[in-house]
């Protein structure tokens, strides 16, 4: 998917309040298409910062504007979807909020409250703040829509298809489960994983490799940001963990059984545990959100210098050969990397043949 000019041509005029990461973001898509974006932010720096990289201009305060995109921290943001209902009584007000049920009931009472559409662009980086925002940080990602008035919403879709993202109708109710199962918790897990690295002896932080990396990369997150998400979630995370602690203590109760007797029965249930986890996996959509396939990996030794990597992908594509996800994983104690492609099975050979050709060496 690509930027939409034509869908952004029909947003008129877009205040964006709250120029974080995702509010500029946002004002960088659009000012891109000829938007004309008006930026406000409490932060006088903020503010300046997300002018500066070009996400539109300080909103002069006397501008009729469309649509409303508000920003704000998850815990004050139905507090200023209200304010920005009383101050816009012809814009459409729409959010980028994480969690939707509390702000939905918020707005019951709210007068203009109609004219609200929930977001939620499923998108982020570890990094946070104006100065880490991009005009195509939503290409190709699902933008929730919480409304069912299609007519409504549709400034909202709109907004979502001129960034290049994929619009999802669903209830507010049914978008914070979903969350809590697929974003919450995953962070909760990566940071008690992570967490346990704390006070853990340095020989065997060394051992760390790939597998740990991946399992703990979304722990290097904002905790006051956390906070207030799972504040407002905090329902649904829990009935996740609670379900996810029956699963856990199975799996305890197990391997107690083997530790004191290894003889003892317990390794189904560990096997099933494993089983299970592959069998979720597998859901998970694969590339461009086909069903998932199955690639054959092919990994290369990387020297750690300037250019080994663009070398490897030109050698790649001489080959004719299509990457479908690639790794790169440093050796502990050497500089060299581990250069992981993984493509489709029927070239893998081929893959392979080329690489160690071209003066690569393949490993097994």
Request: proline share 8%.
């Given at each position: 998917?690509?930027?939409?000019?034509?869908?952004?041509?029909?947003?008129?005029?877009?205040?964006?309040?709250?120029?974080?990461?995702?509010?500029?973001s946002?004002?960088?898509?659009?000012?891109?298409?000829?938007?004309r974006?008006?930026?406000?932010?409490?932060?006088?720096?903020?503010?300046?910062?997300?002018?500066?990289?070009?996400?539109?201009?300080?909103?002069?305060g006397?501008?009729?504007?469309?649509?409303?995109v508000?920003?704000?921290?998850?815990?004050?943001?139905a507090?200023?979807?209200?304010?920005?209902?009383?101050?816009?009584?012809?814009?459409?007000?729409?959010?980028?909020?994480?969690?939707?049920?509390?702000?939905?009931?918020?707005?019951?009472?709210v007068?203009?409250?109609?004219?609200?559409?929930?977001?939620?662009?499923?998108?982020?980086?570890?990094r946070?703040?104006?100065?880490?925002?991009?005009?195509?940080?939503f290409?190709?990602?699902?933008?929730?829509?919480?409304?069912?008035d299609?007519?409504?919403?549709?400034?909202?879709?709109?907004?979502a298809?001129?960034?290049g993202?994929?619009?999802?109708?669903?209830?507010?109710s049914?978008?914070?489960?979903a969350?809590?199962l697929?974003?919450?918790?995953?962070?909760?897990?990566?940071?008690?994983?992570?967490?346990?690295?704390v006070?853990?002896?340095?020989?065997?932080v060394?051992?760390?490799?790939?597998?740990?990396?991946?399992?703990?990369?979304?722990?290097?997150?904002?905790?006051?940001?956390w906070?207030?998400?799972?504040?407002?979630?905090?329902?649904?995370?829990?009935?996740v963990?609670?379900?996810?602690?029956?699963?856990?203590?199975?799996?305890?109760?197990?391997?107690?059984?083997?530790?004191?007797?290894?003889?003892?029965?317990?390794?189904?249930?560990?096997?099933?545990?494993?089983?299970?986890?592959?069998?979720?996996?597998?859901?998970?959509?694969?590339?461009?959100?086909?069903?998932?396939?199955?690639?054959?990996?092919?990994?290369?030794?990387?020297p750690?210098?300037?250019?080994?990597?663009?070398?490897?992908?030109?050698?790649?594509?001489?080959?004719?050969?299509?990457?479908?996800?690639?790794?790169?994983?440093?050796?502990?104690?050497?500089?060299?990397?581990?250069?992981s492609?993984?493509?489709?099975?029927?070239?893998?050979?081929?893959?392979?043949?080329?690489?160690?050709?071209?003066?690569?060496?393949?490993?097994a």
């Open positions: 998917m690509s930027l939409d000019p034509g869908a952004a041509a029909d947003l008129g005029t877009v205040r964006i309040v709250g120029t974080g990461l995702l509010g500029t946002v004002g960088l898509g659009l000012s891109g298409m000829g938007v974006v008006l930026l406000h932010d409490p932060s006088p720096t903020a503010l300046a910062l997300a002018r500066d990289v070009g996400a539109g201009e300080p909103d002069p006397d501008v009729p504007v469309d649509l409303v508000v920003g704000a921290p998850p815990d004050v943001t507090a200023v979807v209200a304010a920005e209902l009383a101050a816009h009584p012809e814009a459409v007000v729409t959010d980028v909020a994480s969690v939707k049920g509390a702000i939905a009931v918020a707005m019951k009472d007068l203009g409250a109609d004219r609200y559409v929930g977001g939620h662009p499923m998108a982020g980086r570890e946070s703040g104006p100065t880490a925002a991009r005009a195509d940080l290409l190709g990602r699902p933008w929730v829509v919480c409304g069912t299609r007519q409504r919403c549709e400034p909202v879709r709109m907004l298809l001129a960034l993202a994929a619009p999802v109708f669903m209830p507010a049914e978008h914070d489960e969350v809590a697929i974003s919450h918790v995953p962070q909760l897990a990566a940071s008690l994983v992570a967490g346990r690295l006070k853990a002896a340095d020989p065997a060394g051992l760390a490799g790939q597998g740990l990396r991946d399992v703990t990369r979304i722990a290097d997150s904002d905790p006051m940001l906070a207030q998400i799972l504040s407002a979630n905090a329902a649904p995370v829990t009935g963990l609670k379900d996810l602690r029956t699963d856990l203590d199975g799996l305890i109760t197990a391997l107690d059984a083997l530790a004191a007797d290894p003889g003892r029965g317990g390794r189904a249930a560990i096997a099933q545990v494993i089983h299970n986890g592959r069998e979720g996996r597998e859901r998970i959509p694969g590339k461009h959100g086909e069903p998932p396939t199955r690639y054959a990996v092919v990994t290369a030794l990387l750690d210098q300037p250019g080994q990597l663009a070398r490897l992908f030109d050698d790649i594509g001489e080959a004719g050969i299509n990457v479908e996800e690639f790794s790169l994983e440093h050796a502990p104690g050497a500089r060299v990397g581990l250069g492609v993984s493509v489709l099975p029927a070239v893998r050979d081929e893959l392979e043949r080329a690489l160690t050709e071209r003066g690569w060496h393949v490993v």
